[in-house]
């Protein structure tokens, strides 16, 4: 098994374009979410499913769009780049059916100019 | 919402030296709690989890923490370290929900 995937690795974007971030699981988890890491503030959640076809809102949602069509993938789309969506990005999948413990992918890391 | 307090953002320690990490929760339902590791330029790996019974639990590394729920707390613990756990911990809470909160994280860092 591969676990989570994310492409691409580092990316750099300018203000106002936009991307997508990719996420892959072969685990069959139902669960999927990313989440934002910035120094000293640990892992914020952006958005999250919980299966397919099912997206809700995290903690810091504004300039990103989610979609789940399939159980396996969960890709993560920021509209306008802004310079303060220079960060970290981390893809997770868990099981709903417990225990609940998250997988993560290695991270994208994006810098926004 | 739950959410986790680590108190510590840096701890310094000499090989060889125990250490603890400190992680506070807050939640007003059942929670399992979560000690996640950070390699430099790495994702996140897990290190432990107390889901229910025991309250102490162990890694396979040497590292255990025990969760105190009149205390709310869920600290991480190891008797003597080595410099390849030099790294960023970060203490989780999750509800049966799947919503899972982060602590800021402790960066570990051991020195020779």
């Known amino acids: 098994n591969a676990g989570v995937t994310q492409t691409p690795k580092f990316q750099v974007l300018k203000t106002g374009q936009s991307m997508t971030l990719q996420c892959a699981q072969d685990m069959n988890h139902e669960y999927m979410s990313w989440y934002r890491q910035d120094p000293g503030m640990g892992l914020r959640l952006i958005h999250y499913?919980?299966?397919?076809?099912?997206?809700d809102q995290g903690e810091v949602p504004n300039g990103y769009n989610v979609s789940r069509s399939t159980t396996e993938d969960f890709p993560l789309r920021l509209l306008s780049a802004a310079p303060s969506q220079t960060s970290v990005y981390f893809c997770a999948s868990s099981s709903n059916r417990g225990p609940y413990e998250q997988y993560f992918g290695p991270g994208t890391r994006l810098t926004v100019t | 919402a739950q959410s986790v307090t680590q108190l510590d953002s840096q701890v310094p320690v000499f090989e060889e030296a125990p250490v603890e990490l400190r992680c506070n929760y807050s939640?007003?339902?059942?929670?399992?709690l979560f000690w996640y590791v950070q390699y430099p330029n790495q994702g996140l790996q897990l290190l432990l989890k107390y889901l229910s019974g025991s309250t102490l639990v162990e890694s396979i590394n040497g590292f255990e923490a025990e969760f105190n729920k009149s205390q709310t707390s869920f600290h991480l613990r190891k008797p003597s370290v080595h410099i390849s756990d030099t790294a960023e911990y970060f203490c989780?809470?999750?509800?049966?929900?799947?919503?899972?909160?982060f602590g800021a994280g402790t960066r570990l860092t051991v020195k020779p």
């Open positions: 989780a809470v999750s509800d049966r929900n799947n919503d899972m909160r």
């Open positions: 499913s919980v299966g397919a076809g099912i997206t």
């Open positions: 939640s007003s339902v059942s929670v399992y």
